[in-house]
């Protein structure tokens, strides 16, 4: 339910490249790091989110998604489930297409909410997984 493959092939292929992290620092020794890396092989961009607004992956970074000065099309959450669902109204208060829980992340009330406002939602999966299996 959370990770249909069609919802997950529409989020990788149609909705769009450009992909705000929430949660991408510069520690390349988290998991949104390597993701982030992945994002940009498949030719995704990607937006560094986080309070620091560090510059990762040559991508100037942002404190919040509303402090991004263009349209993003998913935005991937990388914090604790019980910060993941303001996150997830966040994105949807600035447009966004689809967001996407990182694996672990799970917040059902915010699934809801969000699908619930037209937004595509994958949760408790890894796009840097699924993005080669689509061949």
């Known amino acids: 339910m959370y990770g249909?493959?069609?919802t997950i092939r529409k989020i990788?292929?149609?909705l769009g490249d450009t992909w705000a992290i929430?949660?991408?620092s510069s520690n390349?020794?988290?998991a949104a790091y390597g993701v982030a890396d992945v994002l940009q092989r498949y030719g995704k961009r990607i937006v560094?989110?986080?309070p620091k607004a560090e510059a990762?992956?040559?991508?100037?970074?942002?404190?919040?998604?509303?402090?991004i000065p263009f349209d993003v099309d998913v935005v991937d959450v990388f914090v604790n489930s019980d910060l993941a669902g303001p996150v997830a109204d966040e994105a949807a208060a600035v447009g966004a297409k689809a967001v996407w829980f990182q694996l672990g992340v799970i917040d059902e009330d915010a699934y809801g909410r969000t699908r619930a406002a037209g937004l595509d939602m994958v949760m408790d999966r890894c796009p840097a997984i699924e993005i080669p299996r689509l061949g």
């Open 4 to 6: 249909d493959p069609a």
């Open 22 to 24: 929430v949660g991408l």
């Open 12 to 14: 990788l292929t149609e």
């Open 56 to 67: 990762v992956h040559g991508e100037k970074g942002y404190p919040s998604l509303d402090a």
């Open 48 to 50: 560094p989110v986080h």
């Open 28 to 30: 390349e020794r988290r």
